[in-house]
């Protein structure tokens, strides 16, 4: 599973979290509230992440602050995530490589703080 968010902070930076493959809101809905909501709360936060970035450097206290937040929104939602897999009949082999993907993006987000 690749997940890219790429987020075009400002003119000549930019952030990049690539696992590698693009999606929307829309392709990450479950049917799951809770999981349903943490995935339009993070698109939420990284668009106003992009927002901030429009208008302040990505050093600013706002970029900071949300970036962060979005950090410890994320592995909070991944171990949501990782907790339903592993009580559902989801198949092992479908488990293993979601939760690679997971520390994939966990890896890639932690660089770029």
Do not use: W
Not at 6 to 21: N, Y
């Amino acid at each position: 599973m690749l997940v890219s968010i790429v987020l075009t902070a400002c003119a000549g930076c930019s952030l990049a979290l690539d696992t590698g493959c693009a999606y929307t809101l829309s392709a990450l809905l479950t049917g799951n509230k809770l999981i349903d909501a943490e995935h339009s709360e993070l698109f939420r936060a990284l668009e106003k992440l992009l927002e901030i970035a429009k208008f302040q450097s990505v050093a600013s206290e706002a970029f900071s602050e949300i970036f962060s937040r979005i950090g410890l929104d994320l592995a909070r939602h991944i171990d949501h995530e990782e907790s339903l897999f592993l009580g559902s009949d989801m198949p092992a082999a479908n488990i293993d490589d979601h939760i690679r993907a997971h520390v994939r993006i966990m890896e890639e987000f932690s660089h770029l703080n």
